[in-house]
């Protein structure tokens, strides 16, 4: 190559940069430098160590979109002695992995050095793609790190994925997107208003490039002046609500205590003022999924499974999709039975423990499922309930001292109150008296299949 093509190469290069869009021209060049996923490259975390010491094996960086795994990526690859290669899913196919390949097997073979594949969007690879890289991940030929977005047990294959360690990045807090706003602004030179700021913060939902991407934007429309609200809604073609950190925990309390209120209609519309706003739809999941035992508890048991149905959907589809699957969880919750009974049955077992009622393990109810166990009395005097009519004998279950004790009292709402006649009809039952009653044999000769405690 002539000096002067090497002159050109570098012009080009610089003008790139300089061109290059902001989140390009702020990427982190350091595992100091990145904000947030602490639980990683914070000090003393598990992937810092590997990738300061180079010896990072095969990995799946899984997370939401603008999240640090690309700029995870490039740190490795200014900190590994191997040769750094680095592939787009989206592009690349089987004669790229090959080429990939034949290049790492040479450069191992002539020079002793290993090489790093970096595939980006990883679940684009389809499985035969997936299953080339096979060999040479499996015989430490080449090191792969996979970024994805999607769920890698159902986009990655089994092989591969059980051949890698599992990194997953998490959605960017308040404060990490802050961080990166004002080191932005100081970059660039700039200012933005409070409120502006705060709905940044908010409509990037978790994602560094997002934000940046809209900021670089407004910054150009305001003008020279600080970014305003409107600066912000041209810059994204679409209304931005105000939606700070109060609107951030009061909408939310509405949904909730609406849902709590047997009232949908109420529930769907905070639910929609949250989505419209940009709300992260985990964070809605999550609450959804407690306010599910909380608040409605066993007379709606299928009411977990529906909550926790939507969060997954909410990890697997992503909005747009997943709003129905938030509103299904919504409506449901809201039209099923009350009880908070589970809530304070379980305040009043902590409430038992926290004073300092601590009890002994009743002697028939303690392992006896290992070797000498049955000597010092172990399980001695437990009846396996399965032996008995009805799956159920008369035996002691709680410590000395606590016969009298009643932590959950079933309400007369949806299937509670099925559950509460059950109660009723066992304990009319029981005798009451201290270990084991009722008739059958003695434990040690009756318990469930395979030794189970």
């Known amino acids: 190559m002539r000096d002067g093509d090497d002159l050109f190469a570098t012009a080009a290069r610089d003008r790139l940069s300089e061109r290059a869009p902001l989140a390009a021209r702020l990427r982190p060049r350091s595992l100091d430098e990145i904000i947030g996923q602490q639980h990683l490259v914070g000090p003393g975390a598990p992937l810092r160590v590997l990738v300061e010491a180079d010896r990072l094996s095969s990995a799946i960086l899984w997370g939401p979109p603008g999240t640090g795994k690309t700029t995870l990526a490039s740190v490795i690859a200014t900190r590994t002695a191997k040769a750094f290669v680095s592939l787009s899913a989206v592009t690349a196919g089987v004669k790229d992995v090959r080429e990939v390949t034949e290049g790492a097997r040479r450069r191992l073979g002539e020079q002793g050095v290993g090489t790093i594949l970096f595939l980006d969007e990883v679940h684009r690879f389809n499985r035969a793609q997936q299953?080339?890289?096979?060999?040479?991940?499996e015989d430490g030929l080449i090191v792969l790190v996979g970024a994805t977005t999607e769920n890698p047990f159902f986009e990655v294959n089994a092989p591969l994925l059980s051949r890698s360690t599992l990194w997953r990045l998490e959605p960017l807090t308040v404060d990490n997107l802050t961080a990166v706003a004002r080191r932005a602004l100081a970059a660039e030179g700039g200012?933005?208003?409070d409120d502006a700021l705060a709905a940044l913060v908010v409509v990037a939902g978790g994602d560094a490039r997002a934000l940046l991407t809209t900021l670089e934007v407004a910054l150009e429309l305001s003008g020279g002046r600080p970014v305003g609200l409107g600066d912000l809604e041209r810059a994204r073609h679409s209304r931005l609500e105000r939606y700070g950190t109060d609107d951030h925990y009061d909408q939310i309390s509405a949904c909730i205590k609406s849902i709590r209120g047997s009232d949908p209609d109420a529930g769907l519309y905070w639910l929609a003022r949250m989505l419209e706003a940009g709300e992260d739809p985990r964070f809605i999941a999550r609450r959804l999924v407690i306010l599910a035992s909380e608040d409605v508890g066993e007379a709606d048991p299928l009411?977990?499974?529906?909550?926790?149905?939507?969060a997954r959907a909410v990890e697997l589809v992503g909005l747009p999709?997943?709003?129905?699957?938030?509103?299904?969880?919504?409506?449901?919750?809201?039209?099923?039975?009350?009880?908070?009974?589970?809530?304070?049955?379980?305040?009043?077992?902590?409430?038992?423990?926290?004073?300092g009622r601590y009890r002994d393990v009743p002697v028939?109810?303690?392992?006896?499922?290992?070797?000498?166990?049955?000597?010092?009395?172990?399980?001695?005097?437990?009846?396996?309930?399965?032996?008995?009519?009805?799956?159920?004998?008369?035996?002691?279950?709680r410590p000395e001292g606590m016969d009298d004790a009643v932590f959950y009292e079933p309400s007369d709402q949806g299937h509670e109150a099925t559950i509460g006649e059950r109660l009723a009809r066992l304990r009319s039952r029981s005798s009451g008296a201290p270990g084991c009653s009722g008739g059958g044999a003695p434990g040690g000769e009756h318990g469930p299949p395979g030794g189970t405690a």
């Open 364 to 397: 028939h109810l303690r392992d006896a499922h290992y070797q000498g166990a049955g000597r010092i009395g172990h399980g001695a005097g437990y009846r396996y309930p399965h032996d008995y009519p009805g799956a159920w004998t008369d035996q002691r279950y």
């Open 191 to 193: 200012a933005i208003d």
């Open 131 to 137: 299953d080339a890289l096979l060999p040479s991940v």
């Open 303 to 310: 009411a977990l499974v529906v909550a926790d149905a939507a």
């Open 321 to 355: 999709e997943a709003q129905l699957n938030l509103a299904q969880a919504v409506v449901h919750l809201a039209c099923a039975p009350k009880s908070n009974r589970v809530t304070v049955a379980l305040g009043r077992a902590r409430a038992e423990v926290a004073a």
